[in-house]
């Protein structure tokens, strides 16, 4: 069976295992949509044309820790979506217009978030999540999402709680401020 036969699940388990055909395969099947969806976005064949490789790039390196646990498509999306959004907030900031963008918008978010539809914000939040380092995305997930004490943390990973502590705390804050510049982004092109 060639490698294009493949489902996205058989190639990416080829992926994993360093099959450099099985991520070409995937690359070529997914970089026109991705390139059109982030184009679509930015206006700019260069700016898109970067998006999608720093994606495919971000894929490629990190296929031995990555658990994708959506579809592959879902996921590719999602991280595109995700670095338009940061490719904006990158150039707000440039711009200098990111308080003013954050005075002028965060005030009206609630009147947004239905339309951006929760579970785009989730596939966001995932994508930031997976890009915490491995040992914090651990830590983070056991307490967000299995809701164990820090103790029981410490006790479960064998380190202190005081790293457990310092584990969340840096989560929290990357989190909120990469998902804060991504929300806010999101609003003021949802809004145009």
Do not use: C
Request: no cysteine; net charge positive; aromatic share 10%.
């Amino acid at each position: 069976m060639a490698f294009n036969e493949l489902t996205d699940l058989h190639l990416w388990l080829q992926v994993k295992q360093d099959k450099g055909f099985a991520f070409k395969t995937l690359f070529d099947r997914y970089w026109e949509k991705l390139y059109v969806y982030a184009f679509n976005r930015l206006k700019s064949e260069a700016d898109a044309k970067d998006v999608v490789q720093e994606v495919m790039i971000s894929l490629w390196s990190r296929r031995a820790s990555l658990d994708i646990e959506t579809t592959l498509a879902a996921y590719l999306h999602a991280a595109v979506q995700y670095e338009v959004l940061n490719h904006f907030s990158r150039a707000a900031k440039i711009a200098g217009r990111s308080q003013e963008y954050e005075q002028n918008i965060l005030p009206e978010l609630n009147s947004y978030i239905a339309p951006l539809q929760a579970k785009e914000l989730a596939a966001l939040a995932e994508v930031e999540i997976t890009r915490l380092p491995e040992k914090m995305q651990q830590v983070y997930r056991l307490r967000q999402e299995k809701n164990l004490s820090v103790k029981e943390i410490a006790g479960l990973l064998n380190i202190s709680e005081q790293t457990v502590r310092n584990q969340l705390n840096s989560s929290y804050q990357k989190l909120k401020k990469h998902l804060k510049e991504a929300m806010l982004v999101a609003i003021f092109l949802h809004s145009n």
